[in-house]
């Protein structure tokens, strides 16, 4: 006999819950008192979080992600032409100064807000250059070419024919941080005929209503694009990112942002049965052997160190043969990166590795330094050590650049170590051997593999595309596409036949 489901209307303290089939949690008092009807539970297999989802979030999201679906039900009917307009018209008015003053006030008014709650504001400033940079990527967009119905394979048989016909893959769920510039990249999916529902953090949200105020929804409705096609989930909440994530109706559900919470979004994303992309540990690793040029290897270093994002080197590793001539250019580097900046820098060394520092640097483990951090200066040691499991640790900084040091016996130790131990995103090795650089390349578990600094990682840097994101191998290499999610990566392929002989018959 089957049980017919009955609408979970209130929870209880201490109630069991089962996770992934073979483990119980209990609802706490918390949960159980602020759960209502209308209300959702998320139950995540992975952690065994037990998430509430308030029936205004619910609602929230779905009719978000309605008007996406209802958006992408008419892409169909819009030309390619009325996309390039939106570019243009979406970068026309982020340039145009007066357009701009509200958007400037806003992003203003949320680092106030951040700084007085001492939270990061490292990635939330609009600035110009990041403006300039929203601009450029809307515009690259406008002079893409178009990727709708362009034939990717092509079969001849006797009286027929097929076509592999490239086409939109449906809405694009997308969470992220507070970064205002990625507000712009996310619309890089119309250009395939997608629609695109996103929220942003809280940090951010002021800007973001700006933004589509000022100059999103006017490009959109001058293009003539359906509504929905760009829509902004307006809340502050987690809730509402994991309801839209938890929505089936989704195409692609992408998500950015720390470590912890694009682990659990994409846990949400794969129990709903929505396919993911997921760009959350960053921290870039460089590796220096003995046949590293000294020169070379510290403006490595230091134009790795420029600012603290996703693909800022975190971790360097040198080979024994290497310590008296890279250690002291990777600590030039790092000086160099740090008075750029008018500041001091921070250096974590695994334990045992202090010695190696002490014979080419010793007065640095004397050392105390003042390091900026989201909530005020901290005065801390120069150096501190640093247990092995923890060469992965992404140092989210400020103002004072900070770095893992590690030292091992050779190159294939080095690879390991990052294998073991890296988010495996990127990775760099200093070296004038091409052998060494062959074998780091056929080894070393990571996407994005270069010789030099790490910042090259950025899709509308190295690739003239603004990107969604940048994807490391935390959870194994990626199906069927690179490591940087662009618009025009986001597609299906559907077949179409066409058959001139009315006998064909199997």
């Known amino acids: ?204 949200l002021g800007t973001a209503r700006a933004l589509v105020g000022a100059a999103l929804d006017p490009a959109l409705a001058s293009s003539g694009l359906p509504p929905g096609a760009v829509t902004l989930l307006d809340s502050p909440t987690h809730a509402a990112g994991w309801a839209m994530f938890a929505d089936p109706r989704l195409g692609l559900a992408v998500a950015r942002g720390s470590g912890a919470a694009v682990a659990q979004l994409g846990a949400i994303a794969r129990a709903a049965g929505n396919p993911v992309s997921l760009h959350g540990t960053g921290g870039a690793w460089m590796v220096a052997t003995g046949r590293a040029e000294p020169e070379r290897l510290a403006a490595a270093v230091a134009a790795s160190l420029d600012r603290k994002v996703c693909n800022t080197l975190n971790t360097v590793v040198v080979t024994a043969d290497a310590v008296a001539t890279a250690l002291p250019a990777v600590l030039a580097g790092v000086d160099a990166a740090a008075t750029a900046r008018a500041v001091a820098p921070r250096l974590h060394v695994r334990v045992g590795d202090l010695e190696h520092l002490a014979t080419v640097d010793p007065d640095r483990l004397e050392t105390r330094v003042a390091v900026s951090r989201a909530d005020g200066i901290h005065d801390e040691p120069a150096v501190t050590e640093l247990a092995e499991e923890e060469l992965g640790t992404e140092w989210e900084w400020e103002d004072n650049p900070e770095v893992t040091v590690a030292v091992v016996d050779d190159l294939d130790a080095a690879i390991e170590l990052h294998n073991a131990h890296a988010p495996r995103f990127v990775a760099s090795l200093l070296s004038a051997d091409p052998e060494e650089q062959d074998r780091f390349f056929a080894l070393v578990d990571a996407p994005f593999v270069g010789n030099g600094f790490t910042r090259w990682v950025d899709g509308q840097y190295a690739l003239d595309k603004p990107e969604l994101g940048l994807s490391n191998w935390q959870f194994g290499r990626l199906f069927g596409r690179a490591g940087i999610l662009s618009g025009d990566s986001v597609h299906t392929v559907r077949l179409r036949v066409d058959q001139s002989d009315p006998n064909v018959h199997r």
């Open 1 to 204: 006999m089957t049980a017919t489901p009955l609408p979970l209307t209130s929870l209880e303290p201490g109630m069991p819950i089962v996770v992934g089939g073979d483990r119980v949690v209990h609802v706490d008092d918390d949960l159980a008192a602020a759960f209502g009807p209308g209300d959702a539970l998320l139950v995540v297999d992975d952690t065994g979080d037990l998430l509430h989802l308030p029936a205004t979030q619910r609602s929230l999201a779905a009719d978000a992600v309605g008007r996406a679906r209802r958006a992408f039900a008419a892409m169909g009917e819009v030309d390619d032409a009325a996309i390039t307009t939106f570019y243009h018209a979406f970068a026309d008015r982020l340039a145009d100064d007066e357009v701009f003053a509200p958007v400037a006030a806003a992003n203003s008014a949320d680092v106030d807000r951040a700084r007085q709650r001492g939270r990061s504001t490292t990635r939330l400033v609009l600035d110009d250059r990041m403006r300039a940079d929203m601009v450029a990527g809307l515009r690259s967009w406008a002079d893409a070419p178009p990727e709708r119905g362009r034939r990717v394979d092509h079969v001849d048989h006797p009286g027929w024919s097929a076509d592999a016909v490239r086409d939109g893959l449906g809405v694009v769920a997308f969470v992220f941080e507070g970064r205002p510039n990625v507000f712009a990249d996310a619309t890089g999916v119309l250009r395939s005929g997608n629609t695109v529902v996103f929220r942003i953090g809280s940090d951010a």
